[in-house]
């Protein structure tokens, strides 16, 4: 992997040419010339990926069996992992065919080095002075700033996170007809994922410093976590047909899930050496020396069922006109007692012109079918036990010499807390042309998602806690998605194939608050100190999801300071600013998205080329906002802060002077390879490729990279982390024997 991008940071020359025009004490010259950002890349980033897979049997019996080992080292340093696990999957056939069971097995092993890029490393290297070394002379790591920075490379050095995880799944399909027409099938299912986490900060640990409330004193933890499901799944499916024309297929079945996950954690500190790292938690001194912050432990366990009655009908009718309908009765133990149960249907047909009679002497033609369909889907997407109250640990009180440990309730109870539903319309065309070498789909719908799961702030009283899971308001999105699919050329020796797909998307949430939860508007994504930034996004009955909301940027005074425009379009500075003055200032989620797929083969050559993007959004550059402004001096800072945004003179201020437009197009990937073919009983084929991923962005942004979460309530936020993007090559080989 390399670095796509790196941020455009002022050098240790820059540093110094500020202190020589006195914007910065000469103190804060330390001698030094250092990239601490480029020293917590990992140079040595190679990873390696082998897989072996054998495969064979009878026309009863049939087997493939894989055994894999993965090496993936990260571009940080001291962050990777190492994978091996397999996979076997059996078939057998019985009873003159009429039995058939399909095992798959499978089981993999994670060992995880947690610790590099955690903690905002790379945000540290960005603000750090460039003039200070990384060490003392006495080899110590050295520090500079107090507030809120440290060594990242001591933070390395002097810490352990790591992962050991062991991922187990085992599902069996039982299939038997019993007689003509009708099947009975049973699915089985079982997965279990195990973790160990520790941690440790050793006593030269920065958090762990003398004057800290560790006292110079280390620190370790450890935690456990087991995740287990099961499934069972019983169907009976019927096939008739009657006469020429009609095929009537029918499905009926029952489904049961069950989740549970285990959890415990302990901690001490206190450690007066290092020799035991987190081997022996009972060493901490914490648990007798109060004067130390308090040791802790935990553990917790939570499950949820879900059940489901379903069953499906399709009719269809010379080949050319179809009809499905479907109805699930799903039950989920994390709704309220009222309402634990809801009802999905769906209904679709279809009509295949292109094979109606008049349609057979259009030779242009080779498939034209256009598809109508409306159905309900069910969303339980919340935690487990929010329609109840459930108790937690509170304070303690003394009494008689005693102190006795206080339980209280920790959520509301809600027995009227019920499914999300998603209503979608769709409507599409399918269709194929000269001879197949041009096909695609057109689809338009519109989806409705009401009783919106969410969290609410609840009024005290009547509520004992102040926020509760409800069902409150509605979204409605609309799109059109296309989908083409060609062949340019094709000839004996070269093939070039296109594939394009492109959707549009508008949302508008309609409803909000109702009799019982009023909310004029929700704000999200809370910006981080330092400053008392607001929230950057609201929404609002009317609005769409993912609006920015916030000043309106006025230009600068002549000492730099900020003006901004108020409701009645005069300029004022940000204290004279109230909330009248706030307004929708851009939106977070992309309208527009495309992707282009290339594939030309030459004879034994192949050559992939796919490009995607997205357009029509906005960016909130708060990496530009906290560190594109000097008044953080002697901080180190973007060189944007003396360059960009020299004219400023002021603390930071959330307005629309931070966003810019996201669109972008990638080369998401570009592979090439070649193809051997032997006539040997050893080797039958061979394959050698070497493929670039994440090769180039095309785009005006000036951020590291556009591309961002676009999903949920707070899209479009380029955050203050600086984790590097990567682009990455991989040369692979692929022998069939």
């Known amino acids: 992997e390399y670095i796509d991008q790196k941020p455009d940071y002022m050098t240790a020359a820059d540093f110094r040419k500020l202190i020589a025009d006195g914007v910065v004490a000469p103190s804060q010259d330390f001698g030094a010339t250092t990239d601490l950002y480029e020293e917590l890349i990992n140079k040595n980033n190679l990873s390696q990926y082998y897989n072996f897979a054998a495969s064979g049997g009878t026309a009863q019996t049939n087997y493939r069996a894989s055994l894999f080992f993965n090496e993936a080292n990260g571009i940080a340093k001291q962050n ?9 999957n059996i078939n057998q056939r019985g009873l003159d065919d009429r039995l058939s069971l399909s095992v798959n097995i499978a089981a993999t092993m994670n060992k995880a080095n947690l610790l590099g890029g955690g903690g905002g490393d790379f945000e540290q290297a960005i603000q750090r002075n460039p003039t200070a070394p990384i060490y003392n002379p006495d080899g110590s790591f050295f520090e500079t700033q107090g507030y809120n920075n440290y060594n990242p490379l001591s933070r390395l050095a002097h810490r352990i996170s790591e992962r050991n995880q062991q991922t187990f799944s085992g599902d069996a399909l039982l299939s038997l007809k019993l007689i003509k027409g009708l099947t009975a099938s049973t ?23 003398p004057n800290s409330d560790y006292q110079g004193m280390a620190y370790a933890s450890k935690s456990n976590l087991v995740y287990w499901s099961k499934t069972l799944e019983s169907t009976l499916n019927y096939t008739r047909d009657i006469g020429t024309d009609h095929t009537i297929t029918a499905l009926a079945g029952y489904s049961y899930q069950y989740e549970t996950t285990e959890a415990f954690n302990v901690n001490n500190n206190g450690f007066t050496t290092d020799g035991f790292l987190d081997w022996n938690l009972g060493a901490g001194s914490a648990i007798q020396n109060t004067t130390l912050p308090r040791p802790g432990m935990g553990s917790n366990k939570v499950d949820n069922t879900l059940i489901a009655f379903f069953g499906r009908v399709n009719y269809s009718f010379s080949d050319r006109y179809f009809l499905t309908a479907i109805l699930r009765r799903e039950g ?3 709704f309220g007692a009222n309402h634990k149960w809801g009802n999905f249907p769906a209904v679709s047909a279809g009509w295949v012109i292109s094979e109606e009679a008049f349609m057979q002497d259009i030779s242009l033609i080779n498939q034209l079918k256009l598809r109508v369909g409306y159905g309900v889907t069910g969303n339980q997407g919340i935690p487990n036990y929010q329609s109840i109250v459930t108790l937690g640990t509170g304070g303690v009180y003394p009494q008689n010499g005693v102190y006795y440990q206080t339980y209280g309730p920790v959520r509301n109870p809600n027995p009227n807390l019920r499914w999300e539903q998603k209503a979608e319309w769709n409507f599409g065309l399918d269709f194929a042309i000269l001879n197949n070498r041009v096909s695609g789909s057109i689809d338009v719908y519109n989806r409705t998602t009401k009783d919106l799961l969410y969290n609410y702030n609840a009024q005290q009283p009547s509520f004992v806690r102040d926020q509760i899971y409800t069902n409150v308001g509605s979204i409605r999105n609309s799109g059109v ?10 000839n004996k020796n070269f093939q070039w194939n296109v594939d394009f797909t492109g959707n549009t998307q508008k949302n508008k949430l309609t409803q909000l608050s109702n009799d019982v939860f009023k909310a004029n508007w929700l704000e999200f994504y ?40 108020k409701a009645d379009g005069s300029k004022a500075p940000a204290n ?10 851009g939106n977070g989620v992309p309208k527009l998205q495309l992707a282009l797929n290339n594939r030309f083969t030459y004879k034994n050559f192949d050559l992939t080329v796919f490009f995607r993007g997205k357009f029509m959004y906005d960016i909130l550059n708060t990496k530009e906002l906290y560190f594109g402004n000097k008044n953080w001096l002697p901080n180190n800072l973007l060189k944007s802060a003396i360059t960009t945004h020299n004219a400023l003179n002021d603390a930071p201020q959330y307005s629309d002077y931070y966003l810019e437009k996201g669109d972008f197009v ?14 040997t009983k050893l080797i039958r084929n061979m394959r050698l490729y070497i493929t670039g991923r994440n090769l180039a962005t095309f785009t005006g942004y000036s951020g590291i990279d556009p591309e961002l979460q676009d999903t949920g309530f707070e899209t479009g936020v380029d955050g203050r982390g600086f984790y590097p993007r990567t682009k990455s090559m991989a040369i692979g080989l692929t022998v069939g024997f």
């Open 666 to 679: 990638k080369l998401d990937n570009l592979t090439i390879g070649y193809s051997f073919h032997f006539n």
């Open 332 to 334: 989920s133990s994390r």
């Open 576 to 585: 004279e600013m109230n909330n009248d003055d706030l307004v929708v200032i």
């Open 526 to 565: 809370g910006l981080p100190s330092p400053g008392a930034l607001g929230n950057a996004f609201r929404l609002e009955e009317g609005g769409a999801v993912g609006n920015f909301y916030g000043k309106r940027f006025a230009g600068f005074t002549e000492d730099g300071k900020w003006q901004f425009y």
């Open 481 to 490: 998605e296309l989908q083409l699919s060609a062949i340019p050329v094709q």
């Open 187 to 209: 699915f089985v299912s079982y997965v279990r994922d195990n973790y160990n986490d520790r941690y440790y900060r050793s006593r030269k640990d920065w958090d762990q410093r």
């Open 80 to 88: 990777g992992r190492e994978q091996f696990g397999g996979r076997v």
